[in-house]
């Protein structure tokens, strides 16, 4: 006899109760309190639910999370995938349809807005000190009593041995992680 696959439930956005609603705040808590604790009771106080079956439900969409995971690697479509498609597009395409997917590529790296922040903002204080000080000597006024702008030298002290071998080992760990 042929099994039959159980089907998981759909989960959707909104919805008049809350057995169905997307709560991926509540299921990272819970991936969280299980490194604590099994209990269901008091995974229940960890995430904020009012009973136990939100806890297995919780669980469920999380399985259900990762079962989708797994499908979309298994079916070939990881981000180099997707990456490289809306580059293909973006090669070979039409002017429009170009635009289009260099414009979804500088919003999926947050380039899509161009802010201009006032000069002021950008500065530091020592900057903006400086300046306020150079517009008074333009105009005539005289140079406040307390203040005085002094160029400076940084002296950094000399790096224990100790030190410069633990920085080379992060920084070797550093590079194994990216090749």
Known sequence: MKEQKKLKPVTFLK???NYYR???FQQNLLLKALQITTDPNELKKMIGVKRVADVYRTLDKLAIRREYHEAL???GIDLDTIVAGIKDVADNASPAIKLQAWQTLMKSLGLDRYEESSDDKAKGWEDILIQTIDENEKKGLP??????VADYEVIEPEMPEEEKKKQEEEEKIGKELYE
């Open 15 to 17: 919805g008049h109760y």
């Open 143 to 148: 140079e406040p009593k307390n203040i005085k």
């Open 73 to 75: 690697v298994a079916a």
């Open 22 to 24: 997307d709560n991926k």
